[in-house]
């Protein structure tokens, strides 16, 4: 089942969307929250997006920029402005297809069939499944590097890879063993001071990026990092 990510602060015309699509198949969800639009996109992994340009906070072509630095997924503008250059400036922000409002359904529902076709053939996958996200903080999975608040750092592999396990079992006590195995797959093989180096490194890239004291040494057990930013 595809589902479709509806960003349109108009409630009751993101209600009739939303009903009328359901009927169709898709599972849909509406944002009430405009002011974090990149985490509720990694946080519903959605197939596709209808998106308005005139949003609070930002607008539709910002969060549209956005969007494209994680994920190829389509999205579809709507929206109430009808001139050249609005539809121009959607497709050269990312854009898919724009439709203006006011708008048939079964316009909609071609349009999103279209774009489904052609995006999710045999050969395509799902644009934003190497993102990880926790309250507002972004790993690319591609990239090795880490996201706050519009700060993005590269960190190295090894640097990463305890980042997201850490991550992964947030507010848990991630041991020492299994550390070292996620790291180098033999613990027997590597200096025990090898793991408390490379924390370290981490602390300090989380702070490089405004993030503080969230990971915890648990001695003799291993480390546990604290969602506190």
């Given at each position: 089942?595809?589902?479709?990510?509806?960003?349109?602060?108009?409630?009751?015309?993101?209600?009739?969307?939303?009903?009328?699509?359901?009927?169709?198949?898709?599972?849909?969800?509406?944002?009430?929250?405009?002011?974090?639009?990149?985490?509720?996109?990694?946080?519903?992994?959605?197939?596709l997006v209808l998106m308005?340009?005139?949003?609070?906070?930002?607008?539709?072509?910002?969060?549209?920029?956005?969007?494209?630095?994680?994920?190829?997924?389509?999205?579809?503008?709507?929206?109430?402005?009808?001139?050249?250059?609005?539809?121009?400036?959607?497709?050269?922000?990312?854009?898919?297809?724009?439709?203006?409002?006011?708008?048939?359904?079964?316009?909609?529902?071609?349009?999103?069939?279209?774009?489904?076709r052609r995006v999710y053939?045999?050969?395509?996958?799902?644009?934003?499944?190497?993102?990880?996200?926790?309250?507002?903080?972004?790993?690319?999975?591609?990239?090795?590097?880490?996201?706050?608040?519009?700060?993005?750092?590269?960190?190295?592999?090894?640097?990463?890879?305890?980042?997201?396990?850490?991550?992964?079992?947030?507010?848990?006590?991630?041991?020492?063993?299994?550390?070292?195995?996620?790291?180098?797959?033999?613990?027997?093989?590597?200096?025990?001071?090898?793991?408390?180096?490379?924390?370290?490194?981490?602390?300090?890239?989380?702070?490089?990026?405004g993030i503080t004291d969230?990971?915890?040494?648990?001695?003799?057990?291993?480390?546990?990092?604290?969602?506190?930013?």
């Amino acid at each position: 089942m595809y589902s479709i990510m509806i960003i349109e602060d108009d409630k009751k015309l993101s209600s009739l969307i939303k009903n009328h699509l359901k009927k169709y198949g898709y599972k849909t969800f509406n944002i009430d929250d405009f002011s974090n639009l990149k985490g509720e996109f990694v946080k519903n992994n959605p197939s596709l997006v209808l998106m308005d340009i005139n949003l609070p906070v930002y607008d539709g072509f910002y969060w549209c920029r956005d969007i494209r630095t994680i994920s190829k997924v389509p999205i579809i503008f709507i929206s109430a402005r009808d001139s050249d250059m609005d539809q121009v400036m959607a497709i050269e922000n990312g854009g898919d297809d724009y439709i203006t409002k006011p708008f048939s359904y079964d316009v909609l529902l071609a349009k999103i069939k279209g774009v489904i076709r052609r995006v999710y053939g045999s050969y395509a996958e799902s644009g934003n499944s190497d993102v990880f996200e926790i309250n507002g903080l972004f790993l690319y999975m591609n990239q090795n590097t880490v996201e706050y608040k519009e700060r993005n750092i590269e960190l190295s592999k090894k640097e990463f890879q305890l980042l997201y396990m850490l991550l992964k079992n947030v507010n848990k006590i991630v041991s020492r063993e299994t550390l070292l195995e996620v790291l180098w797959n033999d613990v027997d093989f590597v200096d025990d001071n090898t793991l408390s180096v490379n924390m370290t490194r981490v602390r300090k890239r989380l702070e490089d990026i405004g993030i503080t004291d969230v990971i915890e040494t648990k001695r003799g057990q291993g480390y546990k990092l604290l969602v506190k930013w």
